[in-house]
């Protein structure tokens, strides 16, 4: 092996000087990390896999029915978000298991029928859609079927989603969309990792089955002073990152870090003041916040990576046109990935970058 | 005949017959019915007055078919395979081309020349030893670790690290991750990353050839991990109800990224499940190219006459899972030292060739170089090479672009106008390939 590295090296240093193109793009966003604290008390600087690791940490604590499973799940999961917690709780509490989403989600649905707090993880968001039945007609549909007699509201699926600067097709989709119209579950998507803990912990103890997105490029580049005690965030409650009263600005996830950036890009070079929310929360989203800022600044431009069509901007759309009518002052406008497949080595050209919506909010103002 | 005896007694006990008029005319059936096979429509079987559960020590393990040993020798000189000079030597140098290729992409990853690669160390053996004993026109449905398959059915080294750097040479224009191959002209159909989807595809399209009488066969490739998904089950009960002219070929490597076989699945392997579900099976050594020669040449002979096929081919996964893997994280690096030992696919062909005076030791150093030099120059050439024009980005989505799609392109055209200092374009092509 070393003699091949010297190899390498001779021929790399030949190569050098003709090839400008395959330095990796840089990422497409700057964290923006969380100023304000949740709770009162100590605080560690973690990165989002250690926060989401700390609240399953706490879960498998407190709660003795609490499992974690999934694909990989033993030695830590490939995004390493379960590291080091089945040395804790043991090979009965964080297992692999074989590979089969369909199989995950149906056995975590099971568990939580029997009264057990399931944690489900699906390696990647792209990998769900075996588990569609299982999640929309059966998680989904559980409580209303019976009678309210059974329910899996125990059940959490994790499943790290969105870009990640190399991903293709198959690891780097958001299906929020898929599953918001899929009446009785519950989607969450988290920004860093304050609001994953949070977040995390309430979809757990929520008392309908959650779809917990998690944004693969947070898991290491975003770190934050995240509180070492349990602690909940609202699921339905939206968060006003940024105050202003031209524009707003709607994202989740990875997105809502292009809008800050953006935001300020916009202040900075024509004087406009947007406001940025970050939604959070899928589905139930909050209407109250969203309607309240687009009523006051009369503008908004909603960002997301999934597709266009039938992305959860239209349902947002649709619904702050009905609320906010008459306070327009420019048509709704989304930027969000194109309506294709996720493509590698066009991503710079297909996410919903900061001068794609920069170009939108300089419409929005001149309409 | 259970059923009609059922109809007839729920008649005369609503007609308030007597018991005893009853049991006279049911018991001599039930008697009868003891000792022979039952009709139910689900399953032809006899009866049984014992209660005896069935579990995996019930069954032989399904042998493991091999024709050599760890040193290359021909175990029964009657299994020696009749395969002609040219072909065993085309067979040991796509290996060698394989390795090196895998070494110097693998490498290429680490420097951020690519953004992923996978290696196939270990299964070098089920790929060459498929490849040649299938004909160049039966479509292969690959899963991510068959790149020697490619090789050997003509694919150049030229082109697979084209697709690697998604460079416009790539015929999948850029638009997949790295490894992600396909050839339409050399039958091997684009691979997916989601696992096991190509399984019931593959049946689908065997399904096709039958009724088209093309005599061509279908062999579909998938890993251990794989087959525990639904798509798996469902692969092998089309391929068997519908008979279909279909290879079913598992690379059993013990390995889904960390998860090892045991934690996959109870029972006789992958293997055990072909009889259970009506395909005819064998499991064979999968570092033994030999053996998988062999076994995947008579498979074929029964696959073109409709009788699908499971194979298990057993090997060990050498590499990292990809390189997105560390697989120090759970397991030794004793456990692999026998693999690129003894046990190494590459090893035993070349010492099969070497006792049959094809192979020296000076011919093994020039394969090598030269193997090497000829992907050094591809990835020289293929860095070179640009992009494709971003606009790639949306076709192909539908066969032809929809009004909406054609506006979005028109709204990124206008876009990249007004802000082309901040997209990498010099890194694409400025205009569409027209060809």
Redesign the interface.
């Known amino acids: 092996m070393s003699l ?2 010297k ?2 090296f001779s ?2 240093g ?2 050098k000087n ?2 400008k ?5 840089s990422s497409h966003f700057i964290f923006h990390p969380d100023n304000e604290k949740p709770i009162e008390g100590e605080t560690k600087k973690m990165n989002m896999m250690q926060a989401i690791n700390d609240a399953m940490d706490i879960t498998l604590k407190n709660d003795p029915t609490a499992v974690l499973f999934g ?2 799940v ?3 999961g ?1 995004f390493r978000c379960a590291l080091g917690l089945q040395e804790k709780y043991g090979k009965d509490r964080v ?2 298991t ?6 995950i989600a149906g056995f975590g649905i099971g568990l939580a029928t029997a009264g057990a707090t399931a944690i489900a993880e699906i390696q990647f968001a ?2 769900i ?2 588990a569609f039945d299982q999640l929309v007609n059966e998680a989904a549909k559980a409580r209303y079927r019976s009678g309210g007699q059974f329910d899996c509201g125990a059940l959490t699926v994790r499943a790290p989603c969105g870009a990640v ?7 780097s989709q958001s299906p929020e969309a898929f599953f918001a119209h899929a009446a009785g579950l519950k989607v969450i998507v988290p920004r860093g990792p304050i609001t994953a803990k949070g977040l995390l912990l309430s979809c757990i103890q929520e008392r309908d089955p959650c779809i917990f997105l998690e944004p693969k490029i947070l898991y290491r580049s975003a770190n934050e002073e995240v509180p070492i005690d349990s602690y909940t965030l609202p699921i339905g409650k939206a968060q006003v990152l940024r105050e202003g009263n031209q524009v707003t600005l709607i994202a989740w996830g990875t997105q809502v870090h292009v809008l800050l950036e953006v935001a300020q890009i916009a202040k900075d070079q024509f004087g406009v003041s947007c406001e940025v929310i970050d939604l959070m929360s899928i589905q139930p989203w909050d209407e109250e916040t969203v309607c309240n800022s687009v009523k006051k600044t009369g503008r908004c431009l909603i960002a997301h990576e999934a597709p ?2 039938c992305g959860f901007g239209a349902e947002l759309a649709a619904t702050i046109q009905e609320e906010c009518f008459l306070h327009l002052e420019a048509p709704i406008s989304r930027v969000t990935g ?4 996720f ?4 991503e ?3 996410l919903p ?1 900061r ?2 919506c920069l ?1 939108a909010i300089k419409n929005l103002v001149q309409y | 005949m259970a059923l009609k005896c059922g109809v007839s007694f729920m008649r005369l006990a609503q007609l308030h017959k007597t018991i005893r008029c009853l049991s006279t005319r049911t018991r001599p059936e039930t008697i009868n019915n003891g000792g022979s096979h039952a009709a139910f429509p689900g399953v032809k079987a006899p009866y049984t007055t014992e209660i005896k559960f069935l579990n995996e020590h019930s069954y032989e393990p399904i042998p493991i078919y091999r024709v050599l040993d760890n040193n290359g020798e021909v175990i029964d000189s009657r299994e020696e395979p009749d395969i002609d000079n040219d072909t065993l030597l085309n067979m040991y140098r796509t290996m060698i081309q394989l390795n090196q290729m895998d070494k110097i992409l693998y490498e290429s990853q680490r420097q951020g020349r690519i953004s992923f690669y996978m290696t196939n160390y270990g299964e070098e053996g089920i790929h060459v030893g498929s490849a040649a004993a299938l004909s160049p026109s039966d479509l292969v449905f690959a899963q991510y670790r068959e790149a020697g398959v490619l090789l050997y059915r003509g694919l150049t080294v030229t082109e697979l690290v084209n697709q690697c750097y998604g460079n416009h040479e790539d015929p999948a224009k850029g638009r997949q991750m790295p490894v992600h191959y396909g050839s339409k002209q050399r039958n091997i159909v684009t691979i997916s990353s989601p696992l096991a989807t190509q399984m019931p595809q593959a049946v689908g399209a065997a399904y096709a050839f039958r009724r088209a009488g093309s005599g061509r066969v279908v062999t579909c490739f998938f890993g251990e991990g794989a087959a525990s998904e639904g798509d798996a089950h469902a692969a092998f009960n089309f391929a068997a109800t519908l008979n279909c002219p279909i290879i079913l070929m598992c690379r059993n490597n013990g390995y889904a990224i960390s998860t090892p076989t045991s934690e996959q699945y109870r029972g006789d392997g992958v293997a055990a499940r072909g009889p259970a579900a009506g395909l005819h099976t064998v499991r064979v050594d999968g570092t033994d190219a030999l053996a998988v020669y062999n076994a995947v040449k008579k498979a074929r002979q029964l696959a073109v006459c409709n009788t699908p096929v499971l194979l298990e081919a057993m090997s060990y996964r050498v590499g990292h899972h990809s390189t997105s893997d560390d697989s120090s994280a759970y397991r030794s690096t004793d456990e692999i030292q026998k693999w690129t030992q003894e046990e190494s696919p590459a090893r035993k062909m070349r010492l099969y060739l070497e006792r049959k005076g094809l192979w020296s030791e000076k011919q093994e150093a020039e394969q090598v170089r030269e193997g090497r030099e000829v992907v050094i120059r591809a990835m020289q050439r293929a860095e070179k090479e640009k992009k494709p024009n971003w606009r790639e980005m949306l076709h192909d989505v539908y066969y032809d672009m929809p009004p909406i799609l054609l506006k979005q392109m028109k709204q990124m055209e206008s876009h990249l106008e007004k802000y082309k200092e901040h997209y990498p374009l010099e890194q694409y092509q400025d205009e569409e390939n027209t060809a």
């Open positions: 091949l590295a190899k390498l021929f790399g030949a190569i003709v090839n193109n395959s330095i990796r793009l694909e990989d033993g030695f830590g490939v297992f692999n074989p590979l089969c989403e369909q199989g792209d990998y859609f075996p600067g190399h991903g293709g097709l198959y690891h266009l069509t194109w309506d294709a497949p493509p590698h080595v066009f710079p050209f297909y970058d001068w794609r170009e």
